[in-house]
C-alpha cells in the first residue's frame, strides 16, 4: 500500500502515523519527495483499512498495490475454475444456458416451460420462488410451495434448478435445490453470505445495483473464505442515469472479471435491459464477449403474456435466440 | 395510472389488455388520439405491476398517477409524525442529535464518548455493534457485547442509544436498545424489515446507496405495512460518479421526502462524506435545509483517532459543530 | 402530452394552466378522477417545455405522448438510412470499420496505420488532428497540418478519412475531410451542431458522457433541421460509478437507438473502456448486438506504443479482431 | 507519480517504461516488492498523460501525487482570490447574491425584476439572452436584443450584469456585460475556454453535468493559463441516477473546492432541482455550508408564472428567502 501525505506535514502526526502502520506487523518505507512524502507499505497490508488511512488528515491519498481478495483472486490462483452441477459444467469453456420464467406460478406452467427451453438446449431451469420484491403489496412468490413444483419440473426433465434465497432462515427449504441464487439486493447481506459460506452447493452470486466489481468480488470472499469454493458470478446490469432501460448493462465488467477473477460469469440480459425485445440482442453481445453463460427469462402462457411477458421471451424466441447464441460462440473460438 | 399505446397496435391485443386490466377490478379510459391510444385506469392500481406494463410489446410507457406508498404517504396523513424515544421527541419540529463513535470499542472508549457529548447537548448516543464490512477480513464488531456496552454507557448517561441490526436472527440481543437502525445495504432487505414491523421500536431507516426515494418510501412500507409505525429516515449520501467523497450527499431529498411523507428526516454527514474534515459544513447544511436531526460520528481516544479518525470529529469539534447547529436552527426559524 | 395536477387544485389556477395551453393552439381534455385530475393536451406538443410545466406548482407530473424528435423518428422513416461516403455505405446491414491511431503524429505513423488497417479490410481512416484534452498543459494535435497528414494517407490508401472538428472557426480547414466527427464533449455545442447542419458532409455525432439517448437524438435534430441529413450516431461509453473502466460501454444503447431512429449507429470501444486488452471483446459484442460499425483505435510505432498505446491496438491484433468480427456477423445474419 | 506494475513483468518492457519516463526528464525510483515493481517519478510529471500509462499492459495503475492543476490550486497560492466586479466582491467572506430571470424577456419584465430583487438586497441580476437549449425547436433566447435589455436594467438599477455566452463568436455582443458565464454543457468547451482566458472580465464558470472537480479545475486552468484570473466557480447540480430533482446538487463540492483551490465558489440551486419549491430550502443549506454566492431565478409577471415559474421564485419569496440566507450567514460566522 502506498500512502501519499499532505505538504508539510507536522512531523510527529506523521511519525505517530508510521508507529500505527508498524503495529499491524507492516514494513514502512518513508520516501520524501520535494513537496510530499510517500510512505510504502510492505507486509500484508490486507487488515488495512484504506478509508480509514485516506480521510486521516495527514493523508492526501492513499493506493493500494496489491488486492484485498484472495480466495477468488486469479493471481493466486491462475486457472479457470470449473463449477460443476451434476453433469453440467460451467467455465472455462463450457458454456451454460440457464432459462425459466420470472415466477414460479403452477406446476402446468413451470413444467410447460421447462420442456421447451430444454428442447431448446437449455442446461439448467430457473424460477423465482422468493420473489424480493420493492413493495409489500406485490406478490411475494410462492416460496416452500414454489420449490416444490420447480423439483417436480425437473424430475420430469432432469433439468438441474436455480432458484433464489432471500433468508438463511429459509435454508432448510432449499435443500433439494442445486444452485442458490443471491439477488442484487443483497449482495451485500453479509449474514447471508456466510451461511452459504457454510453449505456445499453452489452459489449464483448477482451483482449488486451499484456495487464495483471489487465489492462484488469481496462478497465472493464471504463465501469462500467459510468454505464454499463453488461460485458462480453474474452481471445483471447497474444503475446509471440513463434511463431508457431499467439498468445499464455493463459487458465489459466480463473480460475485466475474467481478467480479476478465475471463477465464471455469466450475465442476465432479462434483468439487465427489463425488456424482452432488447434480450436477444444482449444476449448475442455477452455470449460474443466471452459470458461463460446466459440466465435468461423465458414465460409459456400466451394468455399470461399479458402480465409476465415483461422481460420474458416465448419458448419459440428464445428457441430462435439460443441458435444464434451458439453461433456466436462458435464464431468467437 | 395512464397506460400509452404504441401506434398502430393491433385491436385484438388491445382488447387484451383492456380484458386484463378489467379482470383486475379496474375501470378502463380508452381515449384515441391521431396518432396513438392512451388508455386511464381508474381504481386501485397499487397492484399493478408498472415494469410489466410497461415492457409489453404493444405499450409505449405508462405512468402512476397516484403513489402506491399508502402508510407513510403525506396525503392520507398531512401532519407530521413525532417518533419518541423515551423523552426525546423527532419530528415536527423536534431536532435531534444523535452523536457516537463508529464502533464500539470498550467500555471505557463508549462511556467517555457518550459523556462528552451528552455535555455537548447530544440527544442520543450512537455505536455500532454489528458492522458490516466490505470485507470478511475487517473487524465486524463486538457484537451482542457491544451492546452491552453501549447499554452500560446509556445508564451512565441517561441516552438512548441507536445500533445498526443485520439479520433478524440477532434480534433477541436488542431488546433494550432504543432504536434500532438498518443500515444502507440492508434498505431492500425484505425479510429484516418485515420482522421490524412486528416489534415495538422506533426504526432508523437509512437511504440505500443507490435506491431513489420511491424505493425508500416502500421499504418503510414494509414496516409500517406490519404494524411499526415509528420510522425515521435517514439520508446518508448516494454512489454517483463523482469520487472526491465516499458518497454524494443527496441534501435536496430532505424537502422532499418532507413533501412526500409524514415522518422524520435525519442526515448522517460522516457516512455521506467519508471525510471528517468535511462534516460540520455538511452538517450545517442538512440543519439549514429542514432536517429533521443529525446522527455524526465522534470518537474520543487521540491515540486511535489516526485510525477511528476516518470521517469522525473529536468532542472538542463536535461541541463547537453543535453550538453553530443550534444557531442555523435558530436562524432558519 | 398528459399532465396530472395535483390532488385539490385551485380552480383558478387550474384554469389558467388549461388557458395557457389553449394559447399555444392546444386542444385539452380533462379527466376528473376521484383523486386528481389529468388533462390530456392534443396537438403540436413540442414546442411545449416538459420541464416547466412538470415544475408547476399545481402539476404533479407530466409524461410526452409523442417524441419531440421529428427528423430522425423512426416513426416518420420506418426504413433505415444508409449515409454514402464515396464507396463506404454505412447503415441497413452495411457494415463499417473505422480504424486508425488517437492522434496524426506525423507522416510516417499515418500512413504506415493507414495502410495496415486497410490490408486487414478497415473501410475508413481515423486520427486526431484537433485533440480535446482535459487540460490545457497536455498536447492539443497537430490541427490543420494534422489533416494535411490525414489527407496524405487517403491518397495513399484511398481510405475515407473521420477526424473531429472542435469549432465552426476551423471549418475551412475541413474542405476535403470525408466524415466531420463531434466528441462527446462537444454533443451539446449547439453553435457547432447548428453550422454542421449546413454542411454538404456526413457527421459522426458522439453521445456526450452523461446524456440520454432522447438528448443525443435533439442534438441530432439541431443538425437534420438545419438541413444536413447525413449523421451516424456514435455510442462511446457514458460516465457511472463503475471504476474500473473510463467509462461504461451502455451496448443496449444500440438495439435502442435503432429503435428511436433511422439513422445508422456504431460503437467506439477504445474510448468506451479506455483499456486496450478490453477492445477485441467489446467489439465482437458489439457486432453481435447489430451495431453498423466499429470505430477502433490502432497504433503502429513499436516505440510509441508506450505512450499511444493506452487504449490502441497493434495492426496485427486488429487485424486478429477483424477476423473474428466479421466472423460475428455472418453468425448473427 | 507512483506507478504500479504488474506482477513478474518483463525485464526490457519496464526497462523501455523506464526509458520513456527519463525521456521526459523525469527521474525514476525503482522499488522492488515481493510480489510487484513499484516506480516513483520524480520532476514535472504534470505531462505525463496518467491515462496512457495506466492503460499499458505491463501497468497495473498509476497515482498522482502533485495535482495537474496550477494557476487556481490552493497549494501555490493559499489566501482567499476576491473577485471584484465593479464595487460587488466576491470570495473570502464577500457573499454575493445575484438573481434574475431565466430568459429575458421584455424591457419591462427584466427592469420590473432587477428593481425588486435590487430592493431585496440582490448584488448582480441575472438572465439569460443566449439560450442553450436541448431541443433546437425551442426558444433560443432573445440574444442581442435581450443583452440590450440587460443593459438597460443595469442602467436603471445600476445592477451588475451576469449572462451566459455560447460562442466565441459572439464576443464582440458581451463588450458590456459585466460578468460571462459559462454554462454547464460548455464546461469543456476548450475553444471557448481559451478565448475567455484573454478578455479582461471575470468568468463565472458552471460546473459540467458529469464532471469531477478534478476536471473543472482543468478547465479553469484553461482560462488562467491564457492569462484571465478572475474566475468564479459554481456547483449547479450533477446527473445522477436520482429521479426526483432534475439533478443532485453535490454541496459537498463547496468545501472541497474551497479546500483545492483559492477562487470564490457559489451554488445556482435554481437549475440544480428544477424545482422552484426546492429553491429556498437548498439556498439556505449552501449559504450554512460556507458558498460564497447564490444565484437564483426570479421571474415577475404573474401571468407568465405558469411558464416561467418552472424554477423560478416570485419576487416576494425571494425577498423572504433572501433574508433567511443572510440570517444563515450570520449564523454560521
Redesign the interface.
Known sequence: M?V?LR?NVNETRQQ??VE?FKSMNLGV?I?K????T?L?L?GDT??V?M??V????IV??A?R??E?FKCCNR?FHPEDTIVEIGDVKVGSGNFVMIAGPCSVESREQITSVAKSVKASGADMLRGGAFK???????FQGLKGEGIELLLAAKEETGLPIVTEI????DLPLFEKVDVLQVGA??M????LL?ELGTINKPILLKRG??N????ML?SV??IM??GNERVILCERG?????????N?????????LH?LTHLPVIVDPSH???????VP??S???????ADGLIIEVHNDP?HA??????SLRPEEYDALAK?VY??R???K
Request: glycine fraction near 4%; proline fraction near 4%; include cysteine.
Open positions: 502506498i501519499v505538504p505517530q502515523l500505527w518505507h520516501s519527495g520535494e513537496v510530499q510517500v510504502g510492505i490486507s487488515k483499512d478509508e480509514l485516506e480521510s486521516l488528515d492526501e491519498s493506493k498495490v496489491s484485498t493471481k424480493p420484491r420493492t413493495s409489500p403489496y406485490d432471500m433468508s438463511a432462515a439486493r443483497n451485500q447481506n453479509f449474514d456466510k445495483l451499484a464495483t466489481l471489487k465489492e469481496m470472499e464471504y473464505a467459510s447497474i444503475r446509471t442515469y440513463s434511463d431508457y432501460t431499467r445499464t448493462l455493463d459487458l465489459s465488467a466480463v473480460p475485466m481478467e439487465a435491459t427489463g425488456i424482452a425485445r432488447l440482442s444482449m448475442l453481445a455477452a455470449a460474443a464477449c466471452g394468455l399479458l402480465c409476465d411477458g415483461a422481460q444464434k453461433a456466436v462458435e464464431a468467437i
